[in-house]
């Protein structure tokens, strides 16, 4: 390789050291919540390999274990995650330059945290491929070795309760929102949302309350933003 574009491989190693510290204690969180959800380590390791989406990997082992069908967990998994789709929009303007199948590697490793490394990194230095390869194979590795360590030592735990290790989900969803609160307008569809799916999942029960949750809110959202522009 050449040194320029192996030392553009280090910057992104070296770029994802920040992402990797929080990867741990959060994968691993999840590797021992699915293992006693009745995941195995080969389960687990997979799921890390070709879902890769923290959030989407929690959501899915609780509904598989609560016995949700597979349009639930698909579709609520989806919803989850398509602020995905929004981040590679984003991105998309600096990649016009790589390969389909780079462009393919590049999309299928953003995430909440190498998405923040990469858009400050193109926005300053241009795009590299090189520093997308590095940033996210030792992001994804980061995080699928904290999975199956979490998954082999989780069940000589004991109870996640004990621990509060169930809490991690609820955590990181809770932080993850409070980055997202900028304005009114955000402020009003989150309350909109946690009010509504609350009120649907004691009325009704089941696990659509997040979906009808998300849908209305959204839409509630706006609804607000034309009216606040008028």
Not at 85 to 111: C, D, E, H, N, R
Request: proline content about 1%; glycine content about 12%; aromatic content about 10%.
């Amino acid at each position: 390789m050449e040194e320029n574009k192996l030392n553009e491989l280090k910057k992104g190693v070296k770029a994802a050291v920040p992402i990797m510290t929080g990867y741990i204690p959060i994968g691993a969180a999840f590797g021992i919540l699915a293992s006693q959800q009745g995941f195995t380590t080969g389960t687990i390791f997979l799921m890390s390999l070709l879902v890769y989406a923290g959030s989407a990997q929690f959501i899915a082992a609780a509904m598989i274990s609560e016995g949700a069908d597979a349009v639930s967990v698909i579709t609520t998994t989806f919803l989850v995650n398509l602020r995905h789709l929004l981040m590679s929009a984003s991105l998309s303007p600096y990649m016009g330059k790589f390969s389909t199948w780079l462009q393919s590697v590049i999309a299928f490793g953003i995430t909440d945290e190498t998405f923040a490394v990469s858009e400050s990194y193109t926005r300053h230095n241009g795009a590299s491929g090189q520093f997308f390869l590095g940033l996210h194979m030792a992001s994804q590795g980061s995080w699928i070795l904290a999975t199956v360590l979490g998954g082999i030592f989780g069940t000589g735990l004991g109870q996640a309760t004990k621990w509060g290790i169930d809490f991690a989900l609820s955590a990181m969803f809770i932080g993850l929102l409070l980055m997202q609160l900028k304005d009114k307008k955000g402020l009003l569809v989150s309350i909109c949302a946690g009010v509504l799916s609350l009120a649907l999942k004691i009325k009704l029960g089941g696990n659509f309350n997040v979906i009808i949750a998300a849908v209305v809110a959204a839409t509630a959202g706006v609804i607000a933003e034309k009216w606040i522009k008028k």
